[in-house]
């Protein structure tokens, strides 16, 4: 059993890259740049065009004085939220220390907004990220910001839990992970079932979370009873 309750980060050995298919789409995407990590050029005049389409569709005047400018906001709010499908969040990874410390390593509470590919609408919640360093560890500010960048992009909540998972296992070499996400989706609150208040959680394990139910059992108390 794992006693350790510390929030640090860890890292060590690689293994074989999982290409999912948000990682596929950003590989994709991300040759249109200048450089590697350089976001690719978003096409703002045609979303543009499109949201002015979508506004007459609706009934509405896209030229009345409050819409003039509506579809260059949201042309920009797009390359703002959509900002993740350019980027490769798999950098914040790379700058490890050799550390000897080999207990959990968990950082709570990272607040996040992504938005679902099947009604474009948002979800928003906390993700907590959690490994058992082996020999390497990673600055904590790095979790949240591969949260960040891996939210910023269109998806369903199940594949964004496995894809930071897959990173941070991959990229660590840790003994273990875990990634919990706690949510609220918009397309259930606000229309269809129109249920306010329901949220999504999802979880991925990897290592020794997966393999051993004391351990597992262990970082899930740390995660869901600290300060509840």
Known sequence: MITGKKVLLGNTKRKKPVTSKNEEIQN????????????????????EK??????????????????LETPARVARMYA??????????????KRVFTENYDEIVLVRDIEF?????????PFTGKAHVGYLPNGKVVG???LARVVDEVARRPQVQERMTETIANMVEQELGARGVVVLIESSHSCMTMRGIRKAGASCTTSAMRGIFRENLSSRAEILGLILNQNR
Do not use: N, Q, W, Y
């Open 80 to 93: 703002e939220i959509f900002s993740g499908l350019h980027k490769d969040p798999r950098i914040h990874l």
């Open 140 to 142: 904590l500010s790095k």
């Open 28 to 47: 994709r995407t991300s040759k249109g740049s200048t450089s590697k990590h350089e976001p690719a050029k978003v096409d703002h005049a045609r979303i």
């Open 50 to 67: 499109a949201v002015r389409e979508i506004l007459i569709a609706v009934g509405e005047d896209p030229d009345r004085e409050g819409l």
């Open 113 to 121: 907004h992504s938005m679902c590919e099947h009604h474009l609408l």
